[in-house]
């Protein structure tokens, strides 16, 4: 049985292209806030991925 809890796992660093804004601020439910500049945006935080990965305004780049 694995332990680690997810916050203990070292994420790397995930880019995000939003498909519909080119400015725009998330904020998660806990109140953190992230900015989307460019259409880009760049985290290596596993609940901003989670919720960006659960919208499709938001695709993940691959390579970056």
Same mark, same amino acid.
């Given at each position: 049985?694995?332990?680690?809890?997810?916050?203990? +796992?070292?994420?790397?660093?995930? +880019?995000?292209?939003?498909?519909?804004?080119?400015?725009?601020?998330?904020?998660?439910?806990?109140?953190?806030?992230? +900015? +989307?500049?460019?259409?880009?945006?760049?985290?290596?935080?596993?609940?901003?991925?989670?919720?960006?990965?659960?919208?499709?305004?938001?695709?993940?780049?691959?390579?970056?």
């Amino acid at each position: 049985m694995d332990d680690t809890a997810p916050s203990d +796992v070292a994420t790397t660093q995930v +880019v995000f292209i939003d498909a519909v804004f080119k400015a725009r601020t998330i904020v998660l439910t806990d109140g953190r806030a992230f +900015v +989307v500049e460019k259409s880009r945006i760049s985290t290596d935080d596993p609940a901003l991925i989670a919720h960006l990965d659960a919208h499709h305004d938001f695709e993940r780049i691959a390579g970056e």
